[in-house]
């Protein structure tokens, strides 16, 4: 069904042109089997034994989001973190992994908690500065590179070239989290990836609906083997509504993603404009973000629709900022409709990398204007 030649916003809005043949329809049905009949011979030549790996449910999805990912094929898990710790799951124990110290919090304390007890040696590293992985990387050793990029909460870019061609040096795998880029701004398999992770919860969906994973790599290998292994015996699929679900999220990535980033941009001028209340804005489409000049390579039709503000009262007027905004909602996650806010580092505890006035946003689709309104007011309000 991939269609090589089309643009992505034509492949995501008709989802691959899929047409279910037997009623003609548009939208494909929503399969629920959870077994397949065998034929009398004994054999199998559906190719499909038991919905656990084998569900037609999957299909469109998982090829969509190969076929927009340039990728070799695609598994859905039950969620991010399900597809994100089968990357681990599919090593050794004993094996070296190299990890950011600034990532999604979840992951970080899975690996430094469940993934090192269980075996495997985890280092955290700057993974901004390609000379600190350098030095980091041991060859014959280190099995499996993981970077986010940009990478929560902070929005620090990691150059996904470089850090490709010396893990690749190393004897390595690189998997990068795109959970933020989406395959509308970056595909990091044609930089180099080997396996690039989505949150699919997130911006793939859109719609704060439905909770899922995805992971697609470049080419088949022994070690993806591996992978499809781990979530046929793990068991961490994804539910049949769900991926239908996610279909039709993906049906207007595009279009969600570049207006998100479009807002995003404003909100993050705005307020990185000498403003009274605002310390300092992270947002890699800033030209004195740090990581500006290496987003500007390798994101492509905007930076995100995610990013952060410093409060410059501090931890207590960001918390009160928090609590009086009126259009933001003060919840978890991001890449919905709705725009969202959050004091990260009370969510994240003891040891986050937040700084504890920070505020990360996640911009919807509402209006610019209407967005700044509310922060200018909160802001306003909490007296800072």
């Avoid at 990360?360 to 689709?365: F, I, P, Q």
Wanted: aromatic share 6%.
């Amino acid at each position: 069904m991939d269609k090589p030649d089309l643009h992505p916003d034509t492949l995501a809005a008709q989802a691959l042109g899929w047409i279910d043949e037997r009623t003609r329809a548009v939208v494909p049905p929503i399969h629920v089997s959870t077994t397949y009949l065998r034929d009398p011979d004994n054999q199998y030549r559906s190719g499909r034994v038991y919905a656990r790996a084998d569900n037609p449910a999957f299909d469109q999805a998982e090829q969509l989001l190969a076929a927009l990912e340039h990728g070799h094929q695609a598994l859905l898990f039950a969620s991010g973190m399900a597809a994100a710790t089968a990357v681990f799951q599919a090593l050794a124990p004993g094996d070296h992994v190299i990890a950011p110290k600034v990532m999604y919090w979840s992951l970080r304390n899975w690996l430094m908690g469940f993934a090192s007890q269980w075996g495997l040696e985890v280092e955290l590293i700057d993974m901004t500065e390609p000379a600190v992985l350098k030095a980091s990387l041991r060859p014959g050793r280190t099995r499996l590179v993981w970077i986010e990029t940009p990478a929560n909460p902070l929005w620090s870019v990691t150059d996904i070239a470089e850090a490709a061609r010396m893990a690749h040096e190393a004897g390595a795998l690189l998997a990068v989290d795109s959970t933020v880029a989406t395959p509308v701004l970056t595909q990091p398999l044609r930089l180099g990836a080997d396996v690039v992770m989505h949150a699919a919860t997130k911006y793939l969906n859109g719609h704060s609906d439905l909770i899922a994973g995805a992971l697609v790599p470049r080419e088949d290998s022994a070690y993806w083997q591996q992978v499809r292994k781990v979530r046929a015996q793990l068991g961490g699929t994804l539910g049949s509504f769900e991926a239908w679900l996610l279909v039709r999220g993906m049906r207007t990535l595009p279009l969600r993603v570049r207006a998100a980033c479009a807002t995003a941009q404003r909100v993050a001028e705005h307020f990185a404009a000498g403003h009274p209340h605002v310390s300092e804005v992270l947002y890699p489409g800033l030209p004195g973000f740090a990581g500006h000049a290496v987003a500007k390579r390798q994101m492509h039709g905007g930076f995100g629709g995610m990013l952060s503000i410093r409060v410059r009262a501090g931890e207590a007027a960001a918390i009160a900022t928090a609590a009086r905004v009126k259009l933001w909602k003060r919840a978890t996650s991001l890449g919905g409709t709705e725009s969202l806010i959050e004091h990260r580092a009370s969510v994240e505890g003891a040891g986050t990398p937040a700084p504890t006035d920070l505020l990360r946003l996640s911009v919807g689709l509402e209006h610019v204007d209407d967005l700044i309104a509310d922060l200018e007011q909160a802001l306003a309000a909490a007296g800072v």
